[in-house]
């Protein structure tokens, strides 16, 4: 047999395998004045204690080792469930409606970004030739006659 313990908040309750009446407690070796089947704890400070409870012959021991604290909120397996599938949906959402508005700015921010307007580069004049470079025209080659290349 097995003793049931129920943990809520601070309070540790603890229920004797035993069903004879009457029950003695003892907790850590301190017999305890309550005699029912049920022992509560009230404002237990999660250090261990050794438990016993005895009646008609029979003795059970247990080691308890309950960490408890004030403000805990116990959770079913169903809220927790629950919670996780909703931030799942919710992170799915938030990255489909990135997508989505993300995929339609892909055109106007390459074209944007840094570079000029089409409309100035329309308008902007050719650059004026630099006269040192001017290119050889028929009949005007005594100009560059001087520049031939020379043997070493």
């Keep these: 047999k097995e ?4 943990i809520s908040g601070t309070t540790v309750t603890i229920r004797c395998p035993s069903s004879k009446d009457p029950i003695l407690w003892e907790l850590s070796g301190v ?8 022992y509560v704890i ?8 050794n438990v016993s409870c005895s009646a008609g012959g029979e003795k059970y021991e247990m080691y308890l080792n309950a960490r408890v604290c004030a403000n805990c909120e116990e959770l079913d397996a169903l809220a927790v ?3 996780i599938t909703a931030d799942l949906l919710i992170t799915f959402g938030v990255l489909i409606l990135v997508y989505y508005f993300s995929k339609d700015r892909k055109g106007r921010a390459s074209a944007s970004a ?18 040192d470079y001017e290119p050889i025209r028929k009949g005007q ?5 001087g520049l031939e290349s ?3």
């Design 81 to 83: 469930t629950g919670i």
């Design 42 to 49: 009230e404002n237990h400070d999660s250090s261990p204690v």
């Design 3 to 6: 003793f049931l313990v129920e």
């Design 31 to 38: 017999k305890q004045d309550n005699k029912e089947q049920n």
């Design 150 to 152: 020379r043997g070493f």
């Design 114 to 131: 840094g570079s000029r307007p089409r409309g100035q580069k329309m308008q902007r004049p050719p650059p004026v030739p630099n006269p």
């Design 141 to 145: 080659r005594e100009v560059y006659a």
